[in-house]
């Protein structure tokens, strides 16, 4: 079945680049995403890459996307307190009706 | 601005009691969605709703109900309140392509 995995936990120091790692199953799924959800606030959708791209670039955000490996990555650069946060990985379902989330990498941010 | 509301932040109710949780979207978006979220389990699926008046079962439907009448709300109900759905309740709208779901700010909920 559809299945999206990343680790649970990331630490880093402030103005450090961030890494959060995500693995998805389904090979047909249009898109893929990073949320992020701030403390006791919804889901934010903070991009979204097409299947057919590479890598995709905003400000501080990159991310990168290896189809082969099914393995998307979003890198923070410069990462500051703000940044503090669970980011969540999803990738479209099979019937492109909702999304299928990962359970959430926990970013903290020391400064 | 696009905008998803929720009925409460927070809510204390007593076991056996029913509970309403109501969700608003402005976007004229035919889907939308209720989830709850514990920690480490991440979010999961209780039920969406891709039109008016249909629903859908998702991961875990078991205690829950949902009701769309009109397009732009979404009702989740618990019928009889469990101690073991304390959690956090989140609404979400969505487009169709690309699928990108709105959240509301969600609802905490403990039951007694």
């Known amino acids: 079945g559809e299945d999206v995995e990343q680790s649970l936990f990331l630490s880093v120091r402030e103005g450090d680049s961030s890494v959060i790692n995500c693995t998805y199953t389904?090979?047909?799924?249009?898109?893929l995403y990073w949320y992020k959800q701030e403390p006791g606030a919804g889901l934010q959708l903070l991009t979204y890459i097409f299947s057919n791209m590479d890598m995709k670039q905003d400000q501080r955000l990159t991310v990168l996307l290896n189809k082969k490996d099914k393995h998307l990555s979003l890198r923070i650069a410069d990462t500051q307190t703000g940044d503090s946060a669970i980011y969540f990985c999803?990738?479209?379902?099979?019937?492109?009706?909702?999304?299928?989330f990962g359970k959430g990498t926990t970013l903290s941010v020391s400064s | 601005d696009v905008k998803v509301t929720q009925s409460s932040r927070y809510l204390v109710k007593r076991t056996g009691e029913k509970v309403f949780l109501e969700c608003v979207q402005d976007?004229?978006?035919?889907?939308m969605f209720w989830y709850r979220q514990d920690p480490g389990l991440g979010l999961r699926l209780i039920y969406f709703?891709?039109?008016?008046?249909?629903?859908e079962k998702g991961d875990i439907p078991e205690g829950y109900s949902v009701s769309r009448e009109k397009k732009e709300r979404f009702s989740l109900i618990l019928e009889s309140a469990s101690t073991n759905q304390t959690s956090m309740y989140l609404c979400?709208?969505?487009?169709?392509?690309?699928?990108?779901?709105?959240f509301g700010p969600g609802t905490r909920l403990l039951v007694l």
């Open positions: 976007m004229d978006h035919e889907n």
């Open positions: 709703s891709y039109d008016v008046k249909m629903k």
């Open positions: 389904d090979s047909s799924s249009t898109y």
């Open positions: 979400a709208s969505s487009s169709r392509t690309p699928i990108i779901q709105y």
């Open positions: 999803a990738e479209s379902d099979q019937a492109g009706t909702a999304l299928i």
